[in-house]
């Protein structure tokens, strides 16, 4: 158990579905990442929240809506989403500027039809 | 900004025999090099990084490397075991913490019986 959860695991939506993604760590630590890994892709970085405020977005779309309401909880509310959002949505968290690697939820397999 | 490129995409090696990926960056001012494990249906775990003041670390059969000059780190595993199976992925970052880590694609490892 590595100390990050998500929930649910595996989502399939319609493209004008409204759903959310979960994700809760219990490591005591002060920043939260959301990461989409595509097949053949490297890692990419979507949201980081540092403090429970958003410090880095790196020009995702507007689709994609985390929200952080305290440390330990981060949700990624999904609406009208395209069939090339299909991926795999990683959680992860860490100390921010500490020593500590990023510690990795098991992640949700997202398919839009 | 930071470039990671990672090689061989897909690496297929005898039980018992030893396997190597290669990754080389792009900033001389990344100083944080983990690597990362990933097993089919689970989230990236990390187990082995380096820091930019030692050149060689191990932890039992696994071994990282690096050569700052030319901008390269590697990934040994020797003795290989059928639970070696797995996608790898190598990160940089500048900084010495776990912030701003850029990925490699990743290698798929199979450990043939």
Redesign the interface.
Known sequence: E?G?T?TPRHLVMGMTNKKSLKCEQHLGHN?MYWYKQSA????E?MFVYSLEERVENNSVPSRFSPECPNSSHLFLHLHTLQPEDSALY?C?S??????????????TRLTVL | GENVEQHPSTLSVQEGDSAVIKCTYSDSASNYFPWYKQELGKGPQLIIDIRSNVGEKKDQRIAVTLNKTAKHFSLHITETQPEDSAVYFCAASIGGGADGLTFGKGTHLIIQP
């Open positions: 590595t990050v998500q920043a053949k892709k490297p890692l970085l990683l992860a860490s100390q921010r500027g500490g020593p500590d690697p990023k510690k990795f939820g098991p992640g």
